[in-house]
């Protein structure tokens, strides 16, 4: 009954793939996001979903492409896959409205292009 | 976007003393946020406080909050070996709620 889950949890793989990270929560929130953590621990938001639709899309090389298929999923696809991109990437949460500003992380998927 | 400071860096600390981690800012905010992360896994949530609230209590943690100078501590009492983690503060300015987090502090609490 994990909350937020990604898989893969580990994904090694050359320089110029094409890979695929995926989300899903079980918590009924209506917004989703993707962060990045560097290998100084530094967590940059990458983008933020509500109810399918993006909100947030900082600047991120467009071979990052979100998809939202559904409220309760959010896919990350990233194409031609380059050395700087290694990094360990976190899916999080938020229910909308109100007070509610908790943001519940996933256990994070383990990135490293070689 | 302004984010949020922790200082010190690094901490290491006898279990069953006291843990203190500043942040700061620079920016107005909403509320400011404080999340732990054990190695290998993902940010749990641990306290928040909203910038009209200057102290608030979580079990064994304590924050405060001081908006003149844009500026929290978290203060972890009587540590424990579990409580080994990275924490990170992180500022929400509202709106779509993005969160804007700090470099974190790496706090080591040997038995």
């Known amino acids: 009954d994990t909350a937020v889950s990604q898989t893969p949890k580990y994904l090694v793989t050359q320089m110029g793939n094409d890979k695929s990270i995926k989300c899903e929560q079980n918590?009924?929130?209506?917004?989703m996001y993707w962060y990045k953590q560097d290998s100084k621990k530094f967590l940059k938001i990458m983008f933020s979903?509500?109810?399918?639709?993006?909100?947030i899309n900082e600047t991120v090389p467009n071979r990052f492409s979100p998809k939202s298929p559904d409220k309760a999923h959010l896919n990350l696809h990233i194409n031609s896959l380059e050395l700087g991109d290694s990094a360990v990437y976190f899916c999080a949460s938020r229910p909308s409205g109100g007070d509610q500003e908790t943001q519940y992380f996933g256990p994070g998927t383990r990135l490293l292009v070689l | 976007s302004q984010q949020g400071e922790e200082d010190p860096q690094a901490l290491s600390i006898q279990e069953g003393e006291n843990a203190t981690m500043n942040c700061s800012y620079k920016t107005s905010i909403n509320n400011l946020q404080w999340y732990r992360q054990n190695s290998g896994r993902g940010l749990v949530h641990l306290i928040l406080?909203?910038?009209?609230?200057r102290e608030k209590h979580s079990g064994r943690l304590r924050v405060t909050l001081d908006t003149s100078k844009k500026s929290s501590s978290l203060l972890i009492t009587a540590s424990r070996a579990a409580d080994t983690a990275s924490y990170f503060c992180a500022i929400s300015r509202g709106g779509n709620n993005r969160l804007a987090f700090g470099k974190g502090n790496q706090v080591v609490v040997i038995p």
């Open positions: 406080i909203r910038s009209n609230e």
């Open positions: 979903y509500n109810n399918k639709e993006l909100i």
């Open positions: 918590l009924g929130h209506d917004t």
